[in-house]
Structure formats: C-alpha cells, structure tokens
C-alpha cells in the first residue's frame, strides 16, 4: 500500500463535531420556543375557520359544507404549493430574511382576512389562500434554521420533537381561543390577534435568530473536502420549475375543492384538472431535463422516494378529512358549540407532546423507520375508523375520546419517519430539502382529501335526501332545500349518512396507506440486514486504516526520535508511549469523543498487530542504544 493513503486518514476522522451552538443556554430556549411558533401558529391558523364554523355559516348564509370546506381547503392548498419554493428562497437569500418575510405576509393576509363581509364569501377564501402562503414562507425556513444551528445529536432531536409537538398542541389551542373569542366577541378578532401575534414575530425574530455570520459553522461545513468540492456551486432559483409546479399543484386543488359545489360535469372543472396534470409532466420534464438547480432533485429520487410519499399522501389526506368532519359531527349533528368542541379536542396537545417524545426514544433505540411509519398508518386508519363508526348519541368518552388520543400519534411518528426515510434518497447538501418535500406533501394532501371527500359527501347527502323524500332546491338541483341551521330527526340522518360515506372515504385511504407501509416496511427489512452488514464491514475497514495509521505514525515517531535522542535516554518513555499508542488504537480513542470503537475480533487482530510492532521498535531502540 502507498505511503500516502497509509497517513492519510478518513475524512470524517479527523474534523470534530461541534459541541455547542455558542449561544448561552436562555438563548437556545427562546430560540428554539420562537421557531416551533411557526408549526404551532400554522395549525391554530387552520383551526381558525374548522373550530367555528358554524358562526361563519351563519355570517355568510352558507348552506353546505362545499363552501365551509374552501376555507380550509384553500389555506392548506398555499401551504403544500408554495413550501418547497419558499425553502429554495430560503437557501438563496438567508433563511432568517425569508422567515421574517413570511411573517410579516402572514400577518398582512390575517389582518386583511378579518375586514371581509358577509357578502365577500369568494374574496374571503381568497384571502385564506394567500393567508396559507405565510407558513409556507415560514416552515421551511424554520426548520433550516434548527438544522443549521443545532449540531446532530440529542439536542437537535429533542428540538425537532418540540417542533413536532408543536402541530397538535398549535391545532388544541387554535382551536379553543378561535371559539372563545368567535362566541364572545367576533370571529373578525381570531384573525386580528393572530395579525398583531405575527407582527411581533418579526420583531422577536430579529433578535432571537442570529443571522448565517454569526452562527457557528455547521458540522459538514467543517468536514475535509477534496479542494474541488470546497467552494460549492453558487445557489440559484428554478424559475420554471417553480412557475409549471406551483400552476400544476393549484390548478389539480381547485378543481378537486369546486367539483362539489359545481358538480364535476360543469365544463371548467375537467379543463383545469387536465390542465393542472399537463403543468405537472411539465414541471417533470424540467426538473428532469432542464433545471441545473432544480426544486425537487427528481433525478436523485427512486422507487423508495415514491413509496414514502404515497403513505404521507394517504395517510394525511386520511387526516384532514377526519379533522373536518369530527367538528361537523360535534357541532352540527350533536349540537355542541363550538368552544365545547374545541375542548373534546383539546387532548391531541398531550398526546401530541408524549408521541413527539416516543418517536425520539424509538429512534434512539434503534426501531427500523419503516415500522414507525407502519405504526403511524396503523393510528391513521383506527382513528378514522372510530369516528366513522360512532353511534350519534355514544358518550364522548368511547368512540370519539379514543380517536383524538390516537390521531396525534399518526401525526408525530409519520412526519419524522417519512423525513429520514426521504432523506435516505438525497445527497448531503439537500438533506433539508426531505423536510420540506414531506411538508409539502403532507398539506397538500390535506386539501386534496377534502377536496375528494366533498365530491363524495354531496352524493351521499342527495342519494340519501332523496330515500327520505327531501325535496331539492329550485334552480341547480344539485343540493337539498333545508339549511345548515334546519334541524329534524329526518335531516340529521340524511347529514349523518352523508357525512359517513366521506369518513368511509378517509378510512379507505388510511386502509391504503397500512397496506403499502406493510409493503414497504417487508421490503426494507432485508435492506436494513444488509445494510447492517456493510455497515460493520465499512467500520472494520476504517479500524483497520486507522490501525495502520498509527503503525506508520509511530514508525516515524521511532525513526525521528533516534535520530534526534541517539542515545539511552527515553527509552522508558518511548515504551510507555509505544503500549500506550497501541492500546489508543485498540480501542479507537484519539483524543476525541466522537471516534468509533472497536469491537470483537477486529479490535483484537488490530492490537496484536500494533502490539508486536512497537515490542520491535522497543526492542530494536534498545539495542541501538547498547551500541551507542
């Protein structure tokens, strides 16, 4: 073997990890506190129109869901188009300026929202959407700043888990306040208070987050590169990219969210989803073929990649449509008001906590991420199953109390799961690319699901109007007379088997879900062997090229020190530091605390090695001295 790759050692042997993020340890409170806002802020700003929705039937005179559903739909839409866009726009021009950019968006569109009137239905599910595209801007960017802050170990785990945590406990308390000030004062206020909230965000953020400069450098940074990967390519946006995917991915939700109020025979609804589909083969093409930078590294992606987004997809689609129609359930067909039903609810915040927590323990102890994503669908498919089969008058205490206990565990054990499993399938300078590819998925599932299951709830609810002798509407036809606020034992049952067929719907797909995570998870356990295997085959090989780099590094210690000594002298000392070289080897300790160790049978052959080879040197310096 060359002399050069005797002394030149692995890469990642010789740059030690930072230990610290330099920021005093108030500082990391605040800080990590102010970034798990955005996930917590952007769950209680969907809530702000699922919670009371009721008091904005009443306020703009709807009578179907179609048009309460939009203003849910239209919020989570933003949110999944424009995250992976806002996360490029963060890589380019600092993550820090994008955040604040985002809150400062995001309280704008809140205030904005809070001015519509009862006759600005259409203008004010406009102003959700645009309202939708400051977590967009925010999330990403949030999780880059952890990322980049926070060096890899418990600390940057425990962050993530707060911030995951943070979804259910944002999406419990969004929801209570939003009832509470709706009932008591105006639901115009839920969006001023969340406007001036947002505003000091900007502020806070300011002074909080230190800016790229004054960060410390992150643990790749300080890796040894060959000189040609050292200064990286300057980072620069996909405009076409972005335009043909954010027109593909709005173009296919509107038309999935207005088919319900509609009808799918009305001519736009076909030509905006096969338009809709055409910017997306669009967008693959230019990603694939074009993009030097693209927004989603479709060359790197494979098969894996499509299975992970496929229960993400399912499974939170599943999701939203369990969320929206449990509040129908409570408020409209069980008359509870909306702060009551804001509080059955409540308790996804501690099961959300305790579940972001497990997913860290799990992890730690080494569950494959295949069977924690196998889990989360699993909770998926039995929460929405519970609903689907709750008896009207069953006690909140069975059915519906089991359900919300499980929903957060398939919250917070898919979304870590699926960002680890994707991150797999990405180089390391798009690893944060993972985080946001997920969240992507998982809110525009959201809005697709409902978008499916309003179609599906219309005809259940007109089939079954029909069986009860409902009479329809003068005019479209396509929805029965009675209002939302029109109440009889006869139309409570043709709401409640309309609202089934679509939770049905949401059980179908969490069904789906299991069943490619079961695959998939069957599929990775060989894969997890085997990688296994090479693992420890990989570790034996870098033992051993450590090994022989303290051989040749104390053949030239032997070499210089006789050369410079001659003599008697330090004899002792270069036999104790010869076994204490060797022994130093021998369990892989180098002065620092993240070098591996060794283990079993390599361990043992690598100091017998080393071992024999100093008892030489130590043997041939001795003589030199008796002959000096």
């Given at each position: 073997?060359?002399?050069s790759?005797?002394?030149?050692?692995?890469?990642?042997l010789?740059p030690?990890?930072r230990?610290h993020?330099g920021?005093s340890?108030?500082h990391?409170?605040?800080?990590?506190f102010?970034l798990?806002?955005?996930?917590f802020l952007?769950l209680?700003?969907?809530?702000q129109?699922?919670a009371?929705?009721?008091?904005?039937?009443?306020?703009?005179?709807?009578?179907?869901?179609g048009n309460?559903s939009w203003?849910?739909?239209a919020?989570s839409m933003?949110?999944?188009t424009?995250i992976l866009p806002?996360g490029?726009l963060?890589d380019i021009?600092?993550h820090k300026?994008?955040?604040?950019?985002?809150w400062?968006w995001f309280?704008?569109?809140s205030l904005?929202?809070?001015?519509c009137?009862p006759s600005?239905?259409?203008?004010?599910s406009?102003?959700r959407?645009f309202?939708?595209?400051g977590?967009?801007?925010?999330i990403?960017?949030a999780?880059?700043?952890?990322g980049?802050?926070?060096p890899?170990?418990l600390k940057?785990?425990?962050a993530?888990a707060?911030?995951g945590?943070s979804?259910?406990?944002g999406?419990?308390?969004?929801?209570?306040l939003?009832?509470l000030?709706?009932?008591?004062l105006?639901?115009?206020?839920?969006?001023w208070?969340l406007?001036?909230?947002?505003?000091?965000l900007?502020?806070?953020s300011?002074?909080?987050?230190?800016w790229?400069?004054?960060?410390p450098?992150?643990?790749?940074?300080?890796?040894?590169?060959?000189?040609s990967?050292?200064?990286p390519?300057?980072?620069?946006?996909d405009h076409l990219?972005?335009?043909?995917?954010?027109?593909?991915l709005i173009?296919?939700n509107?038309?999935?969210?207005q088919?319900?109020?509609?009808g799918w025979?009305?001519?736009?609804?076909p030509a905006?989803?096969?338009?809709g589909?055409?910017?997306?083969?669009?967008?693959?093409?230019?990603?694939l073929?074009f993009a030097?930078?693209?927004?989603v590294p479709?060359?790197?992606?494979?098969?894996?990649a499509a299975f992970?987004?496929?229960?993400v997809?399912?499974?939170?689609?599943?999701?939203g449509?369990?969320v929206y129609?449990?509040?129908?359930?409570?408020?409209?067909l069980?008359?509870?008001s909306?702060?009551l039903?804001s509080?059955e609810?409540?308790?996804?915040a501690?099961?959300?906590i305790f579940f972001?927590?497990?997913?860290?323990?799990l992890l730690?102890r080494?569950v494959a991420v295949?069977?924690?994503m196998l889990?989360s669908?699993?909770?998926?498919f039995l929460?929405?199953?519970?609903?689907v089969?709750t008896?009207?008058?069953?006690?909140y205490w069975?059915?519906t109390?089991f359900a919300?206990?499980?929903?957060p565990?398939?919250?917070n054990l898919s979304?870590?799961?699926?960002?680890?499993?994707?991150s797999e399938?990405?180089?390391?300078e798009k690893?944060?690319?993972?985080?946001?590819?997920?969240a992507t998925v998982?809110n525009?599932?959201?809005?697709?699901g409902l978008?499916l299951?309003?179609s599906i709830?219309?005809?259940a609810?007109?089939r079954a109007?029909?069986?009860?002798?409902?009479?329809r509407?003068?005019?479209?036809?396509r929805?029965?007379?009675?209002?939302?606020?029109?109440?009889?034992?006869v139309?409570v049952?043709?709401?409640?088997?309309?609202?089934?067929m679509?939770?049905?719907f949401?059980v179908?797909l969490?069904?789906?879900?299991?069943?490619?995570?079961g695959?998939?998870?069957?599929?990775e356990n060989p894969?997890?062997?085997?990688?296994?295997r090479e693992?420890?085959?990989?570790?034996q090989?870098?033992q051993?090229?450590?090994g022989?780099?303290?051989?040749?590094?104390?053949?030239q210690n032997?070499?210089?020190?006789l050369?410079r000594r001659?003599?008697?002298?330090?004899?002792q000392s270069w036999?104790?530091?010869?076994?204490?070289t060797?022994t130093t080897?021998?369990?892989?300790?180098t002065?620092s605390?993240?070098?591996?160790?060794v283990?079993?049978e390599?361990g043992l052959?690598i100091?017998?090695e080393?071992?024999?080879?100093?008892?030489?040197a130590?043997?041939?310096?001795?003589?030199t001295?008796r002959?000096?």
């Amino acid at each position: 073997m060359a002399q050069s790759k005797i002394i030149a050692p692995p890469a990642r042997l010789l740059p030690q990890q930072r230990k610290h993020t330099g920021l005093s340890s108030v500082h990391e409170v605040v800080f990590v506190f102010v970034l798990c806002l955005a996930q917590f802020l952007s769950l209680a700003a969907m809530n702000q129109t699922v919670a009371p929705m009721l008091i904005l039937a009443k306020y703009f005179d709807i009578h179907d869901y179609g048009n309460l559903s939009w203003f849910s739909a239209a919020y989570s839409m933003t949110v999944g188009t424009f995250i992976l866009p806002a996360g490029r726009l963060g890589d380019i021009h600092g993550h820090k300026l994008v955040l604040m950019i985002g809150w400062a968006w995001f309280s704008l569109w809140s205030l904005v929202s809070g001015f519509c009137g009862p006759s600005n239905l259409i203008w004010f599910s406009t102003c959700r959407a645009f309202q939708g595209m400051g977590p967009a801007l925010v999330i990403p960017n949030a999780i880059a700043i952890i990322g980049r802050t926070f060096p890899i170990g418990l600390k940057r785990n425990i962050a993530f888990a707060y911030f995951g945590a943070s979804g259910p406990t944002g999406a419990a308390v969004g929801a209570i306040l939003a009832s509470l000030v709706a009932e008591n004062l105006s639901w115009h206020w839920c969006f001023w208070f969340l406007a001036m909230t947002c505003a000091m965000l900007v502020a806070v953020s300011w002074f909080v987050i230190p800016w790229p400069s004054e960060s410390p450098a992150s643990p790749e940074r300080a890796t040894i590169k060959p000189e040609s990967e050292q200064i990286p390519a300057k980072p620069t946006f996909d405009h076409l990219g972005a335009l043909t995917g954010v027109t593909g991915l709005i173009l296919i939700n509107f038309a999935l969210n207005q088919a319900p109020l509609v009808g799918w025979m009305t001519p736009y609804i076909p030509a905006l989803l096969l338009l809709g589909l055409l910017s997306l083969l669009a967008f693959v093409w230019v990603e694939l073929c074009f993009a030097q930078q693209p927004i989603v590294p479709l060359r790197g992606l494979q098969c894996h990649a499509a299975f992970v987004l496929a229960i993400v997809f399912t499974g939170w689609s599943s999701h939203g449509i369990w969320v929206y129609y449990l509040y129908i359930f409570l408020e409209h067909l069980r008359g509870h008001s909306a702060l009551l039903t804001s509080l059955e609810t409540s308790p996804v915040a501690l099961t959300g906590i305790f579940f972001a927590f497990l997913t860290v323990y799990l992890l730690r102890r080494g569950v494959a991420v295949s069977l924690i994503m196998l889990i989360s669908c699993f909770f998926f498919f039995l929460g929405s199953l519970l609903v689907v089969l709750t008896p009207l008058h069953q006690t909140y205490w069975a059915n519906t109390f089991f359900a919300i206990l499980l929903m957060p565990g398939a919250m917070n054990l898919s979304f870590p799961a699926a960002t680890i499993l994707l991150s797999e399938q990405l180089p390391r300078e798009k690893q944060g690319m993972a985080a946001s590819l997920v969240a992507t998925v998982v809110n525009y599932s959201i809005s697709c699901g409902l978008g499916l299951a309003g179609s599906i709830h219309k005809r259940a609810l007109l089939r079954a109007g029909d069986r009860a002798g409902v009479e329809r509407s003068k005019g479209n036809g396509r929805k029965p007379v009675p209002a939302l606020s029109e109440s009889s034992e006869v139309l409570v049952g043709v709401r409640l088997e309309g609202m089934r067929m679509a939770v049905w719907f949401g059980v179908g797909l969490g069904a789906l879900g299991v069943l490619v995570a079961g695959g998939f998870w069957l599929r990775e356990n060989p894969r997890r062997r085997r990688r296994r295997r090479e693992g420890g085959k990989e570790q034996q090989r870098e033992q051993q090229q450590r090994g022989q780099m303290q051989m040749e590094l104390g053949r030239q210690n032997l070499e210089r020190g006789l050369a410079r000594r001659g003599g008697k002298g330090g004899n002792q000392s270069w036999k104790g530091w010869a076994g204490t070289t060797a022994t130093t080897a021998t369990t892989g300790t180098t002065g620092s605390e993240d070098s591996g160790v060794v283990e079993g049978e390599t361990g043992l052959r690598i100091y017998e090695e080393i071992k024999s080879v100093f008892y030489s040197a130590y043997v041939g310096l001795e003589r030199t001295s008796r002959v000096g």
